[in-house]
């Protein structure tokens, strides 16, 4: 009986011991469940615009879009490269007088400010016009102002819009009324968009809700300029916190369209949609885009500036065969909260010809989250490389030029003696060949 018992606690203490053998697996953390309690991770709003994009202001990478690259009519969004061009080209407190053409020769059915020929007004005034209230008329003053003729000016808006990362845009005036040749894409315009908004009097241009520093009219009537786009009117409902800008726009053919940016904890965002079937539903769909990208993403610097991601052979160096190629700059993106692996992808040649210079660029690199990049960056050279010198033949004494000199001397001293040894030998040779036929 006793022994029975002893069993049992035996027993017991074996299946302890056993237990504490038995490996227990862990469950490691995501991102995910780091990111539970501080991020409402969305999807993207279903929008009606047929084509859009929303970027960061900061890198131009695109968070979201749809037909990014689709040719569309832009109607008045056109006027936000026509302010960016007359910002850097001109003079705010130039007087504009305002020509025939300017009051008279735009199209019928354009939206305008109104302005009789012989008035006067600023180029900062035609500006506000311009962009608050959608005036074609300041368009074509403007254009005329800068260049001389509206043909001159519409050459500098494909020009610059090029400069400014516009890839499928032609552009055939300066206000955007429609034309079959007056073309662009969510993409161009988010680009143009990204650059004007880069110019301080532009930002504060298009966040201006009421402006009233205009001359009054030749009748003597008081203009006042509002601005049209509801997503900067604190007092409309269709307001956006944060908003700071930037431009709707309406033809029968482009339908409705709108640019709009806005700013939270420090990160600017710029919506561009196209073919809207009106403004409120533009404003709607500008702000759950706006609200998607804030929430829905971070900044993150992903790399820092000197990291090496690859080495390339030195070809003819004198100091070193390879070098590290390293990141010009830190990659500070706007990356998904949701955690995805992000993939550099590197391109280096197989070798280069020294000489480098320290800060040379050697290749690139994209990162990437599946097939969307959302940054790229330089790679450089770390330090310099020179050109490896051939090997000089060493002179028979390079001590000091004294015995240099030395040397020399005792060469020919050695030639004279050789030359005398030989003149003695030959001396004797004939003078015994002499003796031999005396005989």
């Known amino acids: ?23 227990v697996a862990y469950a490691e953390p995501t991102s995910n469940d780091t990111l539970a309690d501080d991020a409402t991770v969305l999807s993207p709003p279903a929008v009606s615009a047929k084509n859009l994009i929303l970027i960061d202001a900061k890198t131009g990478n695109a968070l979201y879009s749809i037909n990014p690259d689709q040719k569309a009519y832009p109607a008045s969004i056109t006027k936000i490269l026509t302010a960016a061009i007359a910002l850097e080209q001109g003079n705010l407190k130039d007087v504009v007088t305002i020509d025939e053409e300017a009051s008279l020769g735009i199209p019928a059915g354009s939206s305008a400010i109104v302005m009789d020929k012989g008035e006067q007004f600023t180029l900062e005034q035609l500006l506000y016009g311009l ?36 890839k499928n845009s032609h552009f055939a005036n300066p206000h955007g009324f429609h034309n079959d040749n007056h073309y662009t894409t969510a993409y161009d315009m988010a ?7 880069t110019i301080p009097k532009f930002r504060d241009i298009v966040s201006t809700t009421l402006y009233l520093d205009i001359p009054k009219t030749l009748r003597g009537d008081q203009r006042r300029w509002d601005n049209i786009n509801f997503f900067v009117q604190p007092n409309s409902k269709y307001y956006y916190k944060g908003a700071t800008g930037i431009k709707t726009g309406y033809t029968n053919q482009a339908h409705h369209t709108l640019v709009a940016s806005a700013q939270h904890n420090g990160t600017e965002l710029i919506a561009v949609l196209m073919g809207e079937p009106s403004k409120p539903v533009a404003w709607k769909d500008a702000a759950a885009l706006m609200d998607y990208g804030f929430n829905a993403f971070a900044r993150k610097i992903i790399a820092t500036k000197g990291t090496p991601l690859g080495t390339v052979n030195i ?21 998904p909260k949701v955690s995805e692996i992000i993939q550099p992808s590197v391109h280096l040649p ?3 010809t020294a000489p480098i210079k320290e800060g040379d660029v050697v290749g690139s690199v994209d990162y990437m989250i599946g097939k969307q990049k959302v940054a790229s960056a330089n790679l450089i050279a770390p330090q310099s490389i020179t050109i490896k010198q051939a090997e000089a033949i060493p002179p028979l004494v390079t001590a000091n030029s004294n015995s240099t000199t030395s040397s020399a001397w005792w060469q020919i001293s050695l030639v004279l003696i050789i030359v005398a040894a030989l003149w003695m030998l030959y001396s004797l040779k004939k003078s015994h060949d002499n003796d031999t036929y005396r005989f």
């Open 1 to 23: 009986m006793k022994k029975k018992l002893l069993v049992i606690p035996m027993l017991i203490l074996y299946i302890l011991a056993l237990a504490a053998y038995i490996p």
């Open 131 to 166: 962009m608050l209230i959608s005036g074609n008329d300041a368009a074509v003053a403007i254009a005329k102002h800068i260049s001389g003729t509206t043909d001159e000016f519409v050459n500098l808006m494909n020009q610059k819009a090029k400069e400014w990362g516009a």
């Open 191 to 197: 680009m143009i968009a990204r650059h004007a908004m």
């Open 315 to 335: 070809t003819n160096g004198s100091t070193s065969e390879s070098i590290e190629a390293v990141l010009d700059r830190d990659i500070d993106v706007m990356v």
């Open 350 to 352: 197989s070798s280069i």
